[in-house]
């Protein structure tokens, strides 16, 4: 009907319209309608159908099962039977649905391993299973070889089986569900990554461009300040220039006269003109130049601050180099365990001369402070007043082991952050007495774990080599007892740092006390 339709739509414009097939001729256009009779004849034949030859993708292929009761050009079976030990096209499946002489057939998918079923041994259907020997038998074998064995029907040890796969299913799609949070949880780790990476390389770019406008500014600054006094000097020097060439000219003046009075052959004539003759002004001291090196001096100056600024930069830079390259999301190595696994992580530090108390002498290449009498150290804001301390010149990040052997009436060890105060009451400087160091008091006979003014007191055996880990960034810091190569857990700390740490030591006032970074190799 559409066809028509659309034929005759093109052939309005001729107000002739002629059938498709026929070729017969209507005007006006007829009005078209269903044949009943033929319309009745294609529904029979829809409901009752013709059997068509099969598709050639419903024959069988090198990978497929084939039926076992076509003849010929074998079709693909669609279900095996584990009773008849045969595979089925979907045609000769059908009595097998319809005879009730097959009702208790086991039907499956199609398999070609079929005899796999069937004993070897005695041509029958292997229905048991021997737990014993952990394989499937029939039932000959059963009274014959694995008499006295543990056997159940294939069916009973199925059902076993199925409950344990059950539950190893359960445990796997449990953990399916686990490893996809964690892959969410990954996913946002990298943006959260990302995002850091991203903010920080903006701010570091930020931060190193007002460096290096600041170092413009300087530059100008210097560069104007020697033009203003290379234009001061010079218009001194010109000025002495002008006044010492006038008094040339004056000079040059004066001896000429002198000269023409002096080629004077009239005697009274020279005396009378000798007698008003002006005196000589009185002669100015020469002009005295200090051996300068005019502004040799300042490119001195600007050197030593470029050497001082560089030496701070790679001072600062190794810190910042440790911390990038300790960013670490995944936390997959465990804490160690051996004194050999700590020292992987060992780090080398030295103690800071800027933060030592006056009584504090530093030696062994800065690394051992003993408690001396009152020395003179000079005035830096970052040396300890109040309290007879001193912190690690290098700060700590990421996971670092380091030892300290101490000897004397009493030590602290302890980490705290740079920016703890250098004077003033106990809890805004103290080390274990504010939330911003952690410290542990080592006496002759005990241990006192300190942090923001709690005391918690320690068990175990006093030893005069403390060890220190941190795992900066999981938040733990623990310290041990060590001797030899035994390490004994003290006491650890979990918590979140928001800052780099420092290492500090703490004395009591008693002369002779020492501590010491030790050397770990």
Sequence with gaps: ????????????????????????????????????????????????????????HCYAGPEDVACDFCTGRKLKAVKSCLVCLVSYCDQHILPHYDCAA????????????????????????????????????????????????????AAAERTERQKELKGSREDIQQR???????????????????????????????????????????????????????????????????????????????????????????????????????????????INIRPL????????????????????????????????????????????????????????LTLDPNTAHPVLLLSEGNRRATVIEQQSYFHHPDRFKDWCQVLSKESLTGRCYWEVEWRGGGIDVAVAYKNISRAGRPNECGFGHNDKSWALHCQDNSFIFRYNNVQIYVSGTVSSRLGVYLDHRAGTLSF???SDDTMTLLHRVQTTFTQPLYARLRFYYNYGDTAEFCKLK
Excluded at 126 to 146: A, G, N, P, W
Excluded at 269 to 285: A, G, R, T, V
Excluded at 322 to 337: A, D, R
């Design 480 to 482: 041990y007892s060590v």
């Design 1 to 56: 009907m559409n066809c028509i339709k659309e034929f005759w739509d093109k052939k309005d414009k001729k107000k002739i319209h002629s059938c498709p097939q026929c070729r017969k001729t209507f005007t006006p256009r007829p009005v078209v309608v269903k044949n009943t009779m033929l319309a009745v004849i294609v529904e029979k034949l829809k409901k009752t159908g013709h059997q068509a030859a099969p598709a050639d």
């Design 293 to 348: 090196r005019y502004f040799e001096d300042v490119t001195a100056a600007v050197s030593e601050a470029r050497d001082k600024l560089q030496e701070l930069l790679n001072e600062k830079w190794t810190n910042i180099s440790l911390t990038v390259t300790e960013v670490e999301v995944l936390l997959s190595q465990p804490e160690p365990k051996t004194r050999d696994d700590f020292l992987k992580y060992s780090r080398e």
């Design 102 to 153: 097959f009702e208790k057939h086991k039907l499956v998918e199609p398999s070609k391993n079929l005899q796999e079923n069937i004993c070897s041994r005695h041509d029958e259907v292997m229905k048991m299973f021997c737990r014993t020997d952990q394989q499937c038998i029939c039932y000959l074998c059963s009274v014959d070889e694995h008499q006295g064995h543990d056997t159940v029907s």
């Design 176 to 286: 399916i569900q686990d490893r996809e949070k964690d892959v969410k949880l990954l996913q946002w780790e990298v943006e959260a990554i990302n995002l850091s990476a991203d903010k920080v390389v903006e701010d570091s770019k930020k931060i190193f461009t007002e460096l290096i406008r600041l170092m413009e500014k300087r530059s100008s600054d210097v560069e104007q300040m020697v033009r203003v006094q290379q234009e001061s000097e010079v218009s001194r020097v010109k000025e002495l220039q002008e006044k010492l060439e006038q008094e040339i000219t004056e000079l040059k003046r004066k001896d000429a006269e002198m000269k023409k009075l002096s080629d004077t052959e009239d005697h009274n004539q020279f005396l009378h003109n000798y007698s008003s003759l002006s005196p000589l002004s009185k002669s100015k001291s020469s």
